[in-house]
């Protein structure tokens, strides 16, 4: 939700009122996406799932959904939100594996082009009052985020 909050809010301002709350519920129902690697066998937790390239395969596939969805009001409405849902695919996924980077377990966003290791060793993944800061932080942040955007629309009307 705290990557998601300034493209909700520049979204919002920019009229798209309920784009930006369709957005808010994407990026919620994404956020965890990238774990789902652990239900599937042969796959490694935090490999494939936790990369840029993964990051880019789910924005490019809800990009393409959004041109589809978005081709039936027109060329522009199909880019818009063909972008538009490109970028919260991409933020969102990049958003689990920055967080992922906290833990010690750490992430490698590069692999296997590059094998950098990402880890800042803040707190554990199963730390219950960490994840629940970081969602606290996420949903105060998107909250401000929407004052801010009514207030904006506000004096732009």
């Known amino acids: 939700m705290l990557a998601y909050a300034p493209v909700g809010l520049i979204v919002f301002v920019a009229g798209f009122e309920g784009a930006a709350m369709a ?18 066998p042969g796959i490694t937790h935090r490999g494939i ?10 924005g490019i596939g809800l990009g393409l959904v959004g041109l589809a969805i978005g081709s039936n009001d027109g ?3 199909a880019i818009g939100l063909g972008v ?5 695919g991409t933020v969102t996924i990049l958003s689990h594996i920055a967080a992922d980077a906290l833990t010690p377990m750490g992430v490698e966003p590069y692999a296997p082009v590059r094998d950098d290791h990402y880890s800042y060793d803040l707190a554990r993944a199963a ?7 970081l969602l606290g932080v ?5 909250g401000l985020a929407l004052v801010a955007g009514n207030a904006i629309a506000s004096v732009l009307s």
């Open 23 to 40: 957005g808010a519920v994407g990026a919620g129902l994404l956020a965890m996406v990238p774990d789902y690697d652990q239900r599937v």
């Open 49 to 58: 799932t936790h990369t840029v390239w993964f990051a880019t395969l789910v």
């Open 75 to 77: 060329i522009l409405a």
């Open 84 to 88: 538009f849902w490109l970028v919260v």
């Open 127 to 133: 730390n219950p009052i960490a994840n629940y800061a």
């Open 138 to 142: 996420g949903v105060i942040t998107s």
